[in-house]
């Protein structure tokens, strides 16, 4: 698996972008903070994590998920898969890197396939990376990497901006579903099921 990953790494690396960081904490240590995400009434997410890997060209960004198993779909990054928009998130604000400039890459070593990240999924079309993680409009040309709500002023544009899908509300509806205690089991298509380890005890039934 690693000669093959080293091979692919020779041959179809971006050399417009070069490896500048590896195994990025954030929130675990003083150099890189938390990354704060306000909800409406002022409640913050702290979330913290390890960043495989950040690539640079330029005033550009790409952020590398590696995956021991395949790819996720492109539908459901933002949906079930929120990992890499948080990791892009935290490097560009780590970096003062535009929004706008970021893109993200998930790497699956199984089967030595690459899948880039530039658009999220939405109910009315596909939303460009940088408006999904700042909830600034799409007609925004500029996306700065703070734009994403830090203070109760910006929680506008995250939780109530014109974009009818964004990190922060994505965020916001997961954490409502946990506080109300809502822990039942909607898998969003059957496939999930197949690979599931707890199908043999799960209340979820198909009918």
């Known amino acids: ?54 690539d640079r060209c330029d005033k550009a960004l790409r952020v590398i998920d590696y995956k021991m198993g395949s790819l996720p779909g492109k539908d459901e990054i933002g949906r079930i898969y929120f990992q890499l928009p948080i990791y892009i998130l935290a490097s560009a604000r780590h970096l003062n890197v535009n929004l706008s400039q970021c893109s993200g890459l998930y790497y699956s070593l199984k089967d030595n396939e690459m899948g880039e990240v530039k658009t999220i999924k939405g109910d009315n079309g596909s939303i460009p990376l940088g408006n999904y993680l700042s909830g600034l409009p799409r007609t925004t040309s500029e996306c700065p ?31 409502s579903l946990v506080k109300s205690g809502n822990f039942k089991a909607e898998p969003y298509n059957d496939r999930v099921c197949l690979y599931c380890r707890f199908k043999n005890i799960c209340r979820f039934q198909n009918l």
């Open 145 to 175: 990497a703070h734009a994403v709500p830090t203070t109760r002023a910006s929680v506008v544009l995250g939780l109530q901006g014109i974009e009818d899908k964004t990190l922060a509300k994505d965020i916001d509806r997961l954490v």
């Open 1 to 54: 698996m690693l000669k093959r990953f080293y091979k692919d790494e020779i041959e179809n690396h971006d050399r417009d972008f070069m490896p500048e960081y590896f195994e990025i904490e954030f929130g675990r240590n003083k150099n890189v903070p938390l990354l704060d995400i306000v909800l409406p009434d002022d409640v913050f997410v702290h979330i913290k994590g390890k960043i495989d890997r950040v």
